[in-house]
Structure formats: structure tokens, C-alpha cells
């Protein structure tokens, strides 16, 4: 885990969205199937003063964020394969 995309303090969904092509999913369910389907996943966690747009890099990263204990306001979005990572920083 540890895989985050940069960007403003608040709105990087709405970065995501505008910018990068980013498709909102419902929740964590869709987010399994997305992962599976082979596209990049992103859990945008509101965590008061700022945002982390955290990678989803395989089903850990998304148990971990989905977790039904954890109460902070978290949007899933779906990204094209490789573009999250990019994203983030990382290599392909």
C-alpha cells in the first residue's frame, strides 16, 4: 500500500473527473469489478483538512480502504488501465 495520486488539498475527485477522465463507481462492489476488469481503481478518502487519492494496485490496497469500520467519506473512481499509476508517479 502507499501508491498516492498528488494534487489540491480538497477536490481531487473532482480533478480526476474533469481532468484525467475518471468515472465515479457506487462503491467498493464496483470497484472489485473494475479491478477486475482490468482498469485503474481510486479511493478519493476525506480525511477533514485534506484529501489522499489513494491507487488501488491489487485486492489488498482495496480490502484495506473498504473496510466497514473505517467511517471517513471515501469516492471510487475508475480510471483506464495504466493511467493511475501514471498518475501517481509510478512506472507502467
Known amino acids: 500500500m502507499g501508491m498516492y495520486i498528488e494534487g489540491p488539498a480538497r477536490g481531487k475527485a473532482r ?3 474533469e481532468q484525467h477522465g475518471a468515472v465515479r463507481l457506487e462503491g467498493p ?9 482490468g482498469h485503474d481503481v481510486v479511493c478519493v478518502v476525506d480525511n ?3 484529501e489522499a487519492a489513494g491507487v488501488m494496485t491489487g485486492p489488498e490496497e482495496l480490502d484495506a480502504f473498504s473496510r466497514p469500520d473505517d467511517l471517513r467519506p471515501k469516492t471510487w473512481l ?3 488501465h495504466g493511467k493511475a499509476r501514471q498518475l501517481a508517479g509510478a512506472p507502467l
Not at 29 to 37: I, R, S
Open 15 to 17: 480533478m480526476l473527473l
Open 78 to 80: 475508475r480510471l483506464p
Open 29 to 37: 462492489a464496483d470497484a472489485w469489478l473494475a479491478l477486475g476488469e
Open 48 to 50: 477533514g483538512p485534506f
